[in-house]
């Protein structure tokens, strides 16, 4: 039986329809994953071996989805956190702003969802189909490239012509072929000679070769590890809890960038992206749960957020939150994680 082949174009409209801002499509032949490959050779991991463990699996998209012809890239923009009126460093704490709003897992899931029922409706296909959304074991970045959406920065990010680096992607695997337009060469390599971000990055987890050493990036120590905080690196973080855009903010890319088509952050408002140290330090873990229910803050769970927060409490050098420190410590001091960031805050601000 013939396989039936769906216009680029209707795949286009679908997603764009479902409030994506960039779309392509590219077929199912296996990836090089050399990036990868080389990050994980350097130890850049962490410990994150599942990574690595998964390989095979990210290379060739057939292994995720088996008749696999098709691979949908849709990129959704956002817009980054408005700074507060009064930005002293070390007065808020600091968190990432694509974190801000409904956690976008479900939100790029639930639009993907859309376009494929929309085309399942008008073509009826495609019968069997993947999504992924920054967690499966998908190369999502090489296969933006390879599609044309934009090429990878200094910084390991995706920059897009239009809205830089602030994108999310999504991706869906299916069993339709997709007639595709001819693919255009990715852009040219903006970064040239640039290494603002490099030279940015507190912690130098940024290599020349635009990798991240994942030992040292703010945003994996804050969201992923779940030991202690390196002491040594503590000093570094600065007053970030969650995330880092640090290598965004500092990006030429990022400076002109188009309104998102269907923005999902609510605005970004500065007190949310800035939580003041008072409220953060006396939270309670239903208060945190409350607060930050359905957001990708969420997932760190109170003690490694309140670990983040201590140490952040400790760098912003206000030896009036100390006594905010000390009522952490009798409520729940008999947590080793959160008792030994909190003692070290009150040792940096004596």
């Not at 709003?101 to 009826?124: F, K, M, N």
């Not at 503590?234 to 965004?248: A, K, N, S």
């Not at 309140?306 to 000390?326: F, I, Q």
């Amino acid at each position: 039986m013939q396989t039936q082949k769906i216009d680029f174009a209707a795949v286009q409209q679908a997603f764009l329809a479902a409030g994506f801002d960039l779309v392509g499509v590219t077929d199912c032949s296996p990836l090089t994953g050399a990036r990868l490959a080389r990050w994980l050779a350097r130890g850049y991991a962490a410990d994150m071996e599942w990574i690595g463990r998964s390989f095979r699996s990210r290379v060739d998209p057939r292994r995720l989805l088996p008749g696999c012809r098709s691979i949908v890239v849709a990129a959704a923009a956002y817009e980054p956190g408005r700074p507060p009126t009064d930005s002293s460093p070390g007065k808020y704490a600091v968190i990432a702003s694509y974190a801000l709003g409904p956690d976008y897992h479900r939100i790029l899931r639930r639009r993907c969802r859309e376009a494929v029922t929309q085309l399942q409706r008008t073509s009826g296909q495609p019968q069997k189909f993947r999504i992924a959304v920054d967690s499966g074991p998908v190369l999502e970045q090489e296969i933006a490239v390879r599609v044309g959406l934009g090429v990878i920065g200094r910084n390991s990010l995706l920059l897009t012509p239009s809205f830089g680096s602030y994108v999310l992607l999504a991706e869906v695997l299916m069993d339709t072929w997709v007639k595709t337009p001819e693919q255009k060469p990715p852009s040219r390599h903006i970064c040239l000679d640039c290494r603002k971000c490099v030279q940015a990055c507190p912690t130098h987890a940024l290599t020349e070769e635009g990798l991240v050493d994942s030992r040292r990036c703010i945003s994996y120590l804050t969201i992923e590890h779940r030991g202690p905080i390196p002491e040594p690196l503590r000093p570094l973080l600065g007053t970030h809890v969650f995330g880092c855009d640090i290598c965004q903010e500092v990006c030429p890319a990022n400076r002109v960038r188009s309104a998102p088509r269907a923005p999902f952050l609510p605005g970004s408002p500065a007190e949310s992206r800035y939580p003041s140290f008072q409220e953060l330090l006396r939270m309670s873990p239903e208060e945190f749960k409350e607060k930050f229910r359905g957001t990708p803050v969420a997932r760190t769970g109170y003690q490694r957020f309140m670990r983040n927060v201590c140490v952040a409490a400790g760098n912003s050098g206000d030896r009036s939150l100390k006594p905010l420190l000390e009522s952490l410590l009798s409520r729940r001091g008999d947590d080793p994680l959160i008792r030994e960031h909190a003692e070290w805050a009150l040792e940096i601000l004596g």
